[in-house]
C-alpha cells in the first residue's frame, strides 16, 4: 500500500483552533500517513516555544459553552479572555483531552513536518528564535509543492 | 489471551489512546500482542481504523464493566 498524504493549513492561534491541526495531523501520523501543516498568520503563534499566550475568547464565539449565559458586554471586561482559558485548561485536563503542547510533541514523535509562513514571518516582526527548532521556512508554493500529492488537504 | 505488553490508557480521551497505542506497537517485535485498556468509548471504532490502516491485527475488542479492552498483534 502507498504511503497515504495529509496537508493541513492552520491558520487560527486559540486555543480551540489549535486542536483540529494538532489533532488531525498527530493521529494521521499514528495511521502511518505521511504529514505536512502549514502554519500561516495566527496560526504560527502554535509554533511558539512557550505557548502560553495560546487563549480562548468568549468574545465573538457564542456556541462557547459557559457555566452561566455571559452578555458580551460582561465578556469584554478585562480578564474575562483569561479565565475563560483557565476554565477550559481545567476542563481539558479533567477529561483527559491531551494538552496542545502535548499533541504538538505527539506530531513532532510522528515526524510530522511544520513549515511556518515566510511572509508571515516578515509581516508581523516575528522573530525565528521564537519558534521551536525543525521548522522548515517558506512560501505558498512550497506548500503547493507537497499538497499537490496528497489524499487529504485541511485549511483550518 | 497472552500478550507481551500492556498498555493502561484509562482516563485518556481522543486521539491519546490511538497516539500511546501506536507508540506501544513500536517497542514491540512482528507478532507480539500488545493489550490496551481505554475507557474512552469512541476508541472502539477508533482501534478498528487503527487496524486496517496501519495492518496490525485487532485480535479481540470486548466491553469489560465501564472499560474497554483491546489486544493487537504488530504487523
Avoid: H, W
Avoid at chain 1, 2 to 20: E, H, R, S, V
Avoid at chain 1, 49 to 54: A, E, I, N, T
Avoid at chain 1, 91 to 108: F, Q, Y
Amino acid at each position: 500500500m502507498t504511503q497515504k498524504k495529509l496537508a493541513i493549513i492552520a491558520t487560527k492561534g486559540t486555543l480551540d483552533m489549535a486542536y483540529p491541526p494538532f489533532i488531525l495531523a498527530s493521529t494521521a501520523a499514528a495511521l502511518d500517513y505521511e504529514v505536512q501543516i502549514f502554519f500561516t498568520f495566527y496560526g504560527l503563534t502554535l509554533l511558539r516555544k512557550d505557548l502560553s499566550g495560546v487563549k480562548i475568547s468568549p468574545l465573538a464565539n457564542p456556541a462557547m459553552p459557559m457555566p452561566v449565559p455571559m452578555p458580551v458586554l460582561v465578556a469584554a471586561l478585562p480578564g474575562m479572555e483569561s479565565m475563560a482559558t483557565m476554565m477550559m485548561k481545567d476542563k481539558i485536563k479533567k477529561k483527559g483531552v491531551a494538552s496542545i503542547e502535548e499533541l504538538r510533541a505527539a506530531c513532532i514523535e510522528g515526524g510530522v513536518k511544520f513549515i511556518g509562513c515566510e511572509m508571515t514571518v516578515d509581516l508581523f516582526d516575528f522573530k525565528r528564535e521564537d519558534f521551536i527548532d525543525g521548522i522548515e521556512y517558506g512560501g505558498a508554493s512550497t506548500f503547493f509543492e507537497f499538497a499537490g500529492s496528497t489524499d487529504i488537504c485541511l485549511f483550518v | 489471551m497472552d500478550y507481551n505488553k500492556e498498555l493502561d490508557a484509562r482516563g485518556l480521551n481522543c486521539p491519546l489512546p490511538i497516539l500511546k497505542t501506536k507508540k506501544a506497537l513500536g517497542e514491540l517485535a512482528a507478532g507480539q500482542v500488545l493489550k490496551v485498556i481505554s475507557t474512552d468509548a469512541g476508541s472502539v471504532k477508533d482501534m478498528e481504523a487503527f487496524a486496517k490502516q496501519t495492518g496490525n491485527e485487532l485480535l479481540s475488542s470486548q466491553p469489560e464493566g465501564k472499560e474497554y479492552v483491546f489486544f493487537l498483534k504488530k504487523k
